[in-house]
């Protein structure tokens, strides 16, 4: 059958002489026709029963991929930047500890009072006030600050706060006051807060280092 004898039997097709239950007598084009239409429906019915489904879950496995090779990636990256973590590391606690040796204990505070105040007297400074405050405990150390004031020229005072700052512990100065001493030329008074800083002994150097055991 080609083409034109298909579109002239369809033209001639009467549907109520059409036998739902013989099949076989149907014309041969509406047989074919019935067959495509067979076949697009069995197409339909399994595209949305089977294929849908099985293309949802095609594309979340694609999403889960890709989330687990973007982790993959940055533990690799991890992986391999590792040593240099661990050596940053031991170089971070050597010199936790060599700060925290910078910090007087509670029996070598009262040495570091009378180290600053001698430093103070060997400059050639005039001692007016020296008081230690009472201490402020942080975290794992505990703050010492010292109210001082002394007379002296500006050279005299300049070398005292350069060599506190030479000491081996920790000395830091602050809310410094400068003014000329009235009838005293070239001389002057400060007025200032000194702070040191003590390490507290419940705060232990012995912490187990990340990724080692104790």
């Known amino acids: 059958m080609n083409v034109r004898e298909f579109f002239d039997e369809l033209k001639t097709l009467d549907l109520r002489e059409l036998n739902p239950r013989d099949l076989a007598s149907w014309p ?3 047989r074919l026709i019935g067959l495509v239409l067979t076949f697009v429906v069995v197409l339909l019915l399994g595209y949305f ?3 849908r ?3 949802s879950r095609l594309r979340a496995a694609q999403r889960q991929e890709q989330t687990l090779r973007q982790t993959f990636v940055a533990k690799a990256q ?5 040593p240099a973590y661990r050596r940053q590391l031991v170089a971070m606690h050597q010199t936790y500890r060599v700060l925290l040796a910078q910090l007087p204990s509670r029996d070598q505070i009262p040495t570091l009072l009378r180290d600053i105040s001698t430093t103070a007297q060997l400059d050639g400074l005039d001692q007016k006030l020296f008081k230690p405050e009472h201490q402020i405990r942080k975290a ?11 007379t002296g020229t500006y050279r005299e005072i300049g070398k005292f706060v350069a060599d506190v700052a030479s000491l081996p512990r920790v000395v830091t100065f602050g809310n410094l006051h400068l003014a000329p001493v009235p009838g005293e030329p070239g001389v002057l008074h400060m007025r200032v807060l000194a702070m040191t800083y003590r390490y507290l002994r419940h705060a232990s150097l012995r912490r187990p280092m990340p ?4």
């Open 28 to 30: 041969p084009a509406v």
């Open 49 to 51: 029963f089977f294929v």
């Open 53 to 55: 489904g099985e293309l």
């Open 78 to 82: 991890l992986a391999r930047e590792l």
């Open 140 to 150: 794992f150390y505990a703050e010492q600050p010292i109210t001082m004031e002394y």
């Open 211 to 214: 990724g080692r055991r104790p």
